[in-house]
């Protein structure tokens, strides 16, 4: 198994850890963490898959770095969104009654 | 673009143009509606006149826009076309005028109007359809524009009626789009022509052309009101007299009939029609709602709805005549286009004035009505005389075809239907006229709005509408022979529907 | 051939891009004068761009001179320039209509922020249009969802925010899996150019290449609200200010729609027939279930919101008939359009009658039929449209997929089409029903301004002209000549 691939394995293990916990944790932070798992997980993937013939490939890394920074934008975005939603009504999660109306 | 193609354009802007500046009047400018209307209506029937002479002389007018690859916004103003937009064009100035006296002082006045202008360009649109895009087009159009006019008093009860209304004819559209889309994959464009265009499909297509007859059928049945899609007509009985008078004795219903005609006459042609087998079923249903219809008017007291279940019986007469195979019933069921358009909207004129000026909505209520409007009961008495078909009246002559049609179809059991229905309308007419002439009338009216002036028992605006259909109730069956009634035109109609006859 | 500084498809990214900026800094007033008049500019651009892809085909356009597979190329052919088209002529009649929706003393706050968010997602749209690899268009996704997310908090009531907050989970989330799926097909061909990656898939394709198209295929379903990640969009959209709704309702959604289209038709054509049903099959049940619950509410803008679900349904069911028959993509970029112009009218139409009623919800509405005629009929018109019926762009796209069902010989989608449009005529009744209700008395009515009913009443009679003129729209799908539609 080449370092490659193995990086790769254990980026998808992240990105479905990270999903998960965004689906299933319920306090807005740990959402937000486990986002950026998520996108670390991807990106792993990204860097991994990225060696050919132990060559870097800089394409990959390109990607890797805009992804980076669109990721703190996003978290930034949240962070903000969180903050607002706890200073108006003192929750820090999203209430699940309010999911359907 | 030739004057042959601008005149059946011409004719949708006459009402189309006034309806959309009448919206934006305020409600106060009660002189620039009534003259945009007036001007309406006249140049209407100044342009369906240059196409009668035309049409009369073989020419052809016509009009077609591309929408998308393969369909086409088409308009032929043929004979059978010009049936109903004249007798549209006619009605449509009286009722304009009656409906300026019907509603003077109430609200919303220029919504009404606008609708008003919307919902006969759409019947005209309709009958001057020259494929099934367009005459779908226009039939929902019909049904959008008539559903404000419907709840225009905007109570409670009329909202209810305006929902059966939508959802009877909204089901029905979508049954004839899904018969018009099928036929369309069949054979591409639809074009209403002489003696029909799907004869050439084949007979392997045939289980599934009669699939989309059924369809077809089903989809204009709802608004010609056949058993047992007929529910919403007494429901609709809600609107205001005028728009019961115009749109649901004559436009909406006529354009259900009307769309049987076509669809018989130039979708399939009344040969293959037959050699389907597809015709006598038609009669069959069309036979049940003409004894259907009456039957359930004899157990009515609201006047309106009493009417109203006529109507149910008497447009399936259209039907009937369209399913009878042979010029003869073909005639008979043109003709009554016509003379029951102009006979039941006088019966709704009165009905209308019986409402507006004494309160009456009841027969029970109208003992002695004819000492107090004698001539409002004379147009009623004529109108419900050509219902029943007594002689001298347009009604006679239609149903005098429509038995002949019969009998020269073989089916000597629709003559029996006819004179069942005849005896029916008697039994619930004759007593209304009893009522109105014998009896006494009560020492109070139940809701007197307008009192009588001398000899004047109404306002002239609610009266002059019914005379002058009355008249031509009269006129159409006594002169029914000569070359310029409605009789003459189903023939000229007729004639160049089969292919080998001459009238 | 344009210089490349002339360049239409470039000035449609940057002009946005900059109006954007310049509108932070130069506050509400200004800042909305300007947005508007850069939007009539971006029209002008987007029609010239039309005509052009029309007269000789796709062209592409190197950014910075630097092509692909280093450098972005932007691409523009048939199906882009309608998007185009249908963005810059949604945007600018909403933002004529925000302009004067922001003015009173409530949304002065709102309108600050407004105007930079708008221009960035108009930015972001443009560029998705254009955009020709998997990962310019990721980051083009993203641009679109943290501005759409923005706008959405715009009203900033808790309600809101916690809309704004679950949008932006289920965006990142779906635009994280996009991302691995790029990811995947990066490590499997080395590159990311839609053009080159077709003939590549078609070989044949690995297993990791099927993991990919799922996810990227969830993603962005998942963006587009499809039954059942569509829990996101009622409330958001539902409870943002309208222009903010209209915006979100007749584009945003139809962004990852059309990445979805683009993915399917282009590369993953091969893989695509095994997922067809199951779209064809989400898509009904986003139809029946969104015309359900639009029937039950009573708020107005969460009715709309829920139609807004049950019609991207309809987008969805040309999946499983492309394969039948081509005009099944005609069927779904004309709905796309004629949705986009009819619920931006419909949210238009809502906002104005909650002006004027001063409540969100259905009761409030009785009697306002005499107050404010031309919204309602606007409404009407756009309803026309939802609703399918003639003579509207709506029915024209509905006759279509009707076609195309028919002539493949899929019956079941033919009657859930019909049921689609006979409870769109439910719901789209209902409001009208209630407005036209007679109510005794003068129940306190606001007067709003008129351009707010003017811009609503537009965008409505543009999605019904369209019904009677479709040619020169399928013309630019189909591009010149070959009638193969795209890529």
């Given amino acids: 198994m080449s370092t490659g691939l193995l990086y790769a394995l254990a980026g998808v293990l992240l990105f479905v850890l990270g999903a998960a916990g965004v689906v299933v944790l319920a306090h807005l932070l740990r959402k937000i963490l486990a986002f950026n798992v998520m996108g670390s997980g991807a990106f792993l993937v990204l860097v991994g898959l990225a060696q050919r013939e132990g060559v870097v490939d800089p394409v990959p890394q390109a990607m890797v770095l805009t992804g980076i920074v669109v990721a703190v934008a996003a978290t930034a975005l949240a962070l903000g969104l969180a903050r607002a939603l706890h200073a108006r009504t003192g929750r820090t999660g999203l209430s699940e009654g309010a999911r359907l109306d | 673009m030739t004057l042959n193609e601008a005149l059946p354009l011409a004719v949708l802007a006459s009402s189309l143009v006034p309806g959309l500046v009448i919206f934006a009047l305020p409600e106060e400018r009660v002189g620039w509606r009534t003259a945009l209307n007036l001007f309406g209506a006249v140049s209407k029937l100044a342009f369906v006149a240059w196409l009668l002479i035309g049409v009369q002389a073989g020419e052809t007018y016509g009009f077609r826009h591309t929408v998308l690859p393969g369909i086409e916004l088409m308009f032929k103003a043929d004979a059978l076309a010009l049936l109903f937009v004249t007798l549209s064009t006619l009605l449509w100035l009286f009722t304009t005028v009656y409906a300026i006296g019907y509603l003077e002082g109430s609200p919303h006045r220029s919504r009404f109007f606008g609708f008003f202008s919307l919902c006969v360009t759409s019947t005209v649109g309709l009958a001057m359809a020259g494929n099934l895009y367009t005459f779908f087009v226009f039939y929902e159009l019909l049904t959008l524009s008539t559903f404000p006019l419907v709840v225009h008093r905007g109570t409670a009860q009329a909202m209810r009626g305006g929902t059966v209304y939508l959802a009877y004819t909204l089901a029905g559209g979508a049954l004839l789009l899904t018969g018009i889309v099928w036929l369309h994959g069949l054979i591409g464009q639809v074009e209403f022509t002489h003696g029909g265009v799907v004869a050439a499909l084949g007979p392997d297509r045939a289980a599934q052309l009669k699939l989309i007859f059924l369809l077809l059928i089903a989809g204009v049945g709802v608004k010609a009101a056949i ?24 436009a909406v219903v006529k354009a259900g009939a009307f769309g049987i005609a076509r669809i018989v006459y130039e979708v399939y042609g009344v040969e293959y029609a037959q050699s ?138 629709a003559v029996w239907v006819l004179w069942t229905s005849s005896l029916l309308n008697a039994a619930y007419f004759l007593p209304i006229l009893w009522r109105a002439w014998v009896r006494r009338p009560p020492p109070a009216w139940p809701d007197e709005h307008i009192p009588a002036r001398g000899r004047r028992e109404t306002a002239w605006l609610l009266l002059a509408p019914p005379l002058i259909t009355a008249a031509a109730v009269l006129v159409a069956g006594v002169f029914a022979e000569a070359p310029w009634s409605p009789l003459a035109w189903a023939r000229l109609i007729a004639k160049r529907e089969y292919l080998e006859w001459a009238p | 051939m344009t210089e490349a500084w002339l360049d239409p498809a470039a000035w449609l990214i940057l002009l946005p891009l900059s109006w954007a900026s310049l509108t932070f800094l130069a506050g509400p007033g200004r800042g909305g004068r300007l947005a508007i008049a850069a939007l009539a500019v971006q029209c002008a651009l987007a029609l010239g761009l039309a005509l052009e892809v029309a007269a000789t085909g796709a062209r592409v356009h190197a950014v910075g001179g630097w092509g692909a597979p280093l450098g972005i190329d932007l691409l523009a052919d048939g199906l882009s320039a309608v998007m185009l088209l249908l963005t810059q002529a949604v945007a600018l009649p909403i933002a004529v209509y925000a302009q004067a929706y922001f003015t009173d003393a409530h949304h002065r706050q709102e309108a600050t922020w407004f105007w930079p968010l708008a221009g960035f997602l108009i930015a972001a749209m443009n560029a998705l249009f254009l955009s020709a690899d998997l990962f310019n268009l990721y980051v083009t996704l993203e641009l679109l969802g943290l501005a759409a997310v923005g706008l959405v908090a715009l009203g900033g009531g808790a309600a809101q925010i916690a809309a704004a907050m679950r949008y932006l989970l289920v965006s990142l989330v779906a635009s994280g899996a996009y991302l691995l799926g790029v990811a995947l097909i990066y490590g499997s061909y080395g590159t990311v ?36 990640f569509h829990f996101w969009l009622p409330p958001a959209h539902g409870g943002a200010p309208a222009p903010v709704s209209a915006l979100l309702s007749a584009l945003v959604v139809k962004a990852s729609f059309y990445l979805v289209l683009r993915l399917w038709l282009g590369p993953f054509a091969p893989l695509a027939q095994t997922a067809a049903a199951l779209a064809g099959a989400l898509g009904a049940a986003a139809i029946l279930w969104g015309s359900w619950q639009a029937l039950r509410t009573r708020h107005i803008k969460r009715l709309v919101a829920w139609s807004t679900v049950a019609q991207l349904g ?61 919204t309602l009929f606007a409404f009407g018109l756009a309803g026309v449209t939802i609703m399918g019926l003639p003579p509207s762009g709506g029915f024209l796209a509905k006759w279509l997929l009707i076609d195309a069902a028919l002539v493949s010989g899929q019956w079941g989608w033919v009657v859930v089409i019909i049921a689609g449009g006979l409870l769109a005529a439910g719901y789209v009744f209902r409001v009208l029903r209630q407005a036209f209700l007679v109510v005794p008395g003068d129940t306190g009515f606001q007067p709003v301004p008129r351009r707010l009913e003017w811009m609503a009443f537009v965008l409505a009679t543009a999605s019904v002209l369209l019904g009677l003129r479709g040619v020169e729209l399928m013309a630019l799908l189909n591009g010149p000549g070959d009638g193969q539609p795209i890529s």
Wanted: glycine share 12%; hydrophobic share 60%.
């Fill in chain 3, 314 to 374: 309809y987008l969805f069911l040309v999946f499983p008939l492309l394969a039948a028959d081509g005009a099944a993509l005609q069927a779904g970029v004309m709905q796309a359009v004629a949705h986009g112009l009819a619920k931006a009218a419909m949210f238009a139409a809502a906002g104005v009658l909650m002006l004027a009623t001063g409540r969100d919800t259905l009761e409030g509405l009785a009697g306002v039929a005499g107050r404010v005629p031309l």
């Fill in chain 2, 227 to 250: 058993v047992p899609l007929h529910g919403w007509l007494p429901q609709a009985m809600v609107a205001p007299a005028p728009v019961s008078a115009l749109l649901h004795a004559v």
């Fill in chain 3, 193 to 228: 150019a839609i053009a080159t990656l077709g003939p590549l898939i078609g070989q044949g394709p690995p297993l990791a290449i099927w993991l990919a198209a799922g996810l990227m295929a969830a993603g962005l379903a998942a963006k587009s609200a499809l039954f059942p």
């Fill in chain 2, 276 to 413: 389907l087998g597809l015709l006598v079923p038609l009669a069959i249903l069309a036979s049940v709602t003409i004894v259907w219809g009456s039957f359930r008017a004899l157990f009515q007291d609201d006047l309106k709805k009493r009417l109203a279940y006529s109507t149910v019986s008497q447009v399936s007469y259209i039907a009937l005549g369209v399913a009878l195979f042979g010029p003869v019933g073909t005639v008979g069921g043109l003709a009554h286009l016509v003379h029951q358009g102009i006979m039941k909207i006088t019966l709704f004129f009165c009905a209308g004035n019986y409402a507006e000026t004494l309160g009456i909505h009841k027969v029970s209520e109208m003992d002695g009505a004819g000492r107090r409007m004698p001539w409002t009961t004379v147009a009623f008495s004529i109108g419900a005389l050509g219902m029943m078909g007594a002689p001298l009246t347009a009604g006679a002559v239609s149903k005098a075809w429509l038995a002949d049609g019969a009998e020269a179809a073989g089916l000597n059991w």
